[in-house]
């Protein structure tokens, strides 16, 4: 990993804090992009995703399936506050064990490394996209943090073993301020299905998509760039079927111009 443990920490703390600030001034119908989520959905999945790794943090030999159900915070402001309390628990606990200790993570042997990274990225996406929806400046990220957290992200989406038939193009992601590029292949999807990715060997790329690593990394995710700040090139056929994959929004299609004369 290029960005270290106590680092991951600091991430954890710094935009979780930014995201608990922008979800306290919004209210609990406002919508959060990429997806237009209300603030109320946004917020409970980041508890629920924050109280499981706090409990799992704190009983290392233990599955989070076995612990009691907790009760979840009643209204938006118990929420936005459970959600401070969970990263309070989080970091003291990822503080106290090290980077090393040994934890189950998503079924298979893990570190609490892994664990520090995966939650500091699940902050980060949180906070910058509901500072985005209260009108906040999102903390800056470093290109070696946004790089990581592409990698992280297209880890965690890695699907190798899928049963799905896959395409014959190569689509590339390529940070152009650090230098990292990510080859990926794309799967056709299963009846009411969405498509599969599986990071693949460096090959010749069909479909590239080229930007500095944080504006990359917003893409990934699905956030509409700036104007100039992503080049999309290639098969617009494999394009499509990793937008889908991403399960990125679909723009709306441009409105015919009323004719206000003959």
């Known amino acids: 990993m290029s960005v270290p443990f106590l680092q991951h920490v600091d991430l954890l703390d710094l935009h979780g804090r930014a995201a608990v600030a922008s979800l306290a001034q919004l209210q609990p119908g406002d919508r959060v992009p990429p997806r ?14 924050l109280e499981i790794w706090a409990w799992s943090l704190e009983n290392p030999t233990g599955h989070w399936s076995t612990r009691d159900e907790p009760d979840s915070p009643a209204d ?15 970091e003291a606990a990822l503080l106290k064990s090290g980077p090393d200790a040994p934890i189950d993570y998503f079924g298979e042997p893990g570190t609490t490394s892994q664990v520090a990274r995966l939650l500091a990225h699940e902050t980060i996406t949180v906070g910058y996209a509901t500072s985005r929806a209260a ?10 943090v946004a790089a990581d957290g592409i990698d992280q992200a297209l880890g965690h989406w890695n699907a190798p073993d899928a049963s799905d038939t896959w395409r014959p193009e190569t689509v590339a992601l390529r940070a152009s301020d650090t230098g990292a590029t990510w080859h990926l292949g794309v799967s056709r999807a299963q009846p009411g299905g969405l498509p599969e990715i599986r990071l693949v060997p460096e090959g010749d790329p069909q ?6 690593a944080t504006d990359l990394l917003w893409w990934l995710h699905g956030h509409a760039p700036a104007d100039g700040t992503v080049s999309v ?3 617009p056929e494999a394009l499509h079927a990793l937008r889908s994959s991403l399960m990125h929004p679909v723009p709306e299609p441009p409105r015919k111009r009323r004719r206000w004369f003959g």
């Open 36 to 49: 237009d989520a209300s603030t109320r959905e946004v917020i409970a999945d980041h508890w629920a995703t």
């Open 76 to 90: 938006h402001t118990a929420l936005v506050a459970g959600v401070a309390a969970q990263l309070d628990r989080i």
């Open 135 to 144: 009108g906040r400046t999102s903390p800056t990220l470093a290109p070696a």
């Open 207 to 212: 479909v590239m998509v080229k930007a500095v």
């Open 233 to 235: 090139s290639g098969d």
